[in-house]
């Protein structure tokens, strides 16, 4: 069964650090980018960051860049996303997600609350 589990959300302060992380299993890990989207109250989904499957790429959306990094471990079949100087606008449900673009496979997301 192709699997995508979430962890390590939670409530933290404006200008606090947080780590997500996300386990795969079912299918082969090593063979495809990820992606780390958000999804805020009364708004759409949004791609947050993605790596490519050896991680020799990334990309991140503008109101990240510098404050997050991505990054995957393909022995041990997971992806991070390393939250730094967090805001109260970076309060989402946060989703693990397979490939890139038309994500087929979505992780059952990680609820993250910044407190100002």
């Known amino acids: 069964q192709e699997q995508l589990v979430e962890s390590g959300g939670g409530l933290v302060q404006s200008g606090g650090s947080l780590t997500l992380s996300c386990t795969a299993s079912?299918?082969?890990?090593?063979?495809?980018?990820m992606s780390w989207y958000r999804e805020a109250p009364g708004k759409e989904r949004e791609l947050v960051a993605q790596?490519?499957?050896?991680?020799?790429?990334?990309n991140y959306v503008e109101s990240v860049k510098g404050r997050f990094t991505i990054s995957r471990d393909n022995t041990k079949n997971t992806v991070a996303l390393q939250m730094d100087n967090v805001k109260p606008e970076d309060t989402a449900v946060y989703y693990c997600?397979?490939?890139?673009?038309?994500?087929?496979?979505w992780g059952q997301g990680t609820q993250v609350t910044v407190s100002s």
């Open positions: 790596i490519s499957h050896d991680a020799r790429e990334v």
């Open positions: 997600g397979r490939k890139w673009n038309e994500i087929d496979l």
């Open positions: 079912g299918f082969s890990f090593n063979r495809y980018g």
